[in-house]
């Protein structure tokens, strides 16, 4: 009898999780859409698992971590669960070049003259709140050095509300930036790790508020980045030079990390309000690594 290949076990035990899953659902009475999800959710995690630990000669493998390729189990030209260095379907895949021209971090945009663009416009939070880009959007501008990534963002925003310091600022407008360090090594984790690094910028009140910089994740601190502002007639343009270090990571040309980012917006003058946001990560959800997008490092 000819012995079942990997790829059998992986159909049928992948078929017994999800009908085990479905049943518990059933059990359990699931009836608000976040049950479910969170059921589905477990589920995959422990497909994911499972694909990265299992092996050929174990019946209740879901895939193998790997197949050499010609061999019997190497159908389709091979099985492998590593993880790739990029998340499709998380927006723009961003190729960063290094900097160059002289850069002052003033607010004023246009000094580095090798930079990558990306639009800040997709709605990912506050929907019902935010109007079109009218309201909210941006174009940033990114390059890097071996220490610091470079950030300006000429932003759109119709009413400028900026109260608060800290770690409170991201009710007001702000930019924020995510890095995920370890793309890789954690892909699909969608619980965020100590290399998953998330800073507010803030562009400040342009009154007796000046622009500042706070980490919310790994843990909350003030954070210490080059930065300024300026108030323009559409909004306000936004320069940093965020340290490498800050960032936990050590660049090197055709590095990849995860990437993404945002801008907040509080129409509320006068109050403390997170109205709505947008990015270039359309499914963009703060606290989950696996919704941002991807950066690399270019040489040159």
């Not at 589905?40 to 499972?50: D, E, L």
């Not at 610091?148 to 770690?167: F, H, I, K, N, P």
């Not at 940093?240 to 590095?255: C, E, F, I, N």
Request: glycine fraction near 10%; charged fraction near 15%; charge should be negative.
């Amino acid at each position: 009898m000819t012995r079942p290949s990997a790829k059998m076990w992986a159909l049928w035990a992948l078929g017994g999780v999800l009908v085990a899953a479905a049943l518990a659902c059933n059990a359990a009475g699931l009836r608000s859409d976040e049950g479910t999800q969170a059921t589905v959710a477990a589920v995959y995690a422990t497909i994911t698992a499972q694909a990265m630990t299992a092996s050929p000669d174990d019946p209740d493998a879901i895939a193998t971590a790997t197949v050499e390729p010609g061999s019997e189990d190497d159908e389709e030209g091979g099985l492998t669960p590593a993880a790739p260095n990029a998340r499709p379907g998380n927006g723009q895949a961003l190729s960063v070049p290094r900097c160059t021209g002289s850069i002052t971090i003033d607010g004023l945009l246009g000094d580095a003259t090798s930079t990558t663009s990306v639009t800040l416009a997709d709605n990912t939070f506050g929907r019902g709140q935010w109007t079109g880009v009218g309201d909210l959007s941006g174009e940033a501008q990114l390059c890097w050095t071996d220490t610091a990534l470079y950030v300006a963002v000429d932003v759109t925003d119709d009413v400028r509300v900026q109260t608060q310091e800290g770690s409170t600022m991201w009710r007001g407008d702000e930019v924020e930036l995510f890095l995920d360090g370890d793309l890789r090594g954690d892909f699909y984790s969608n619980i965020p790790s100590s290399d998953d690094v998330q800073l507010g910028l803030s562009p400040g009140n342009f009154e007796n508020l000046s622009p500042s910089a706070v980490q919310y994740r790994p843990d909350v601190r003030s954070a210490d980045v080059t930065i300024a502002a300026q108030r323009t007639d559409s909004g306000y343009t936004l320069e940093a030079a965020v340290p490498w270090s800050l960032l936990r990571v050590q660049p090197a040309a055709g590095q990849v990390y995860g990437f993404c980012l945002a801008l907040s917006d509080n129409d509320q003058v006068g109050q403390a309000s997170q109205d709505s946001m947008v990015s270039h990560c359309p499914n963009l959800i703060t606290n989950d690594p696996t919704t941002w997008s991807t950066i690399e490092l270019l040489g040159g």
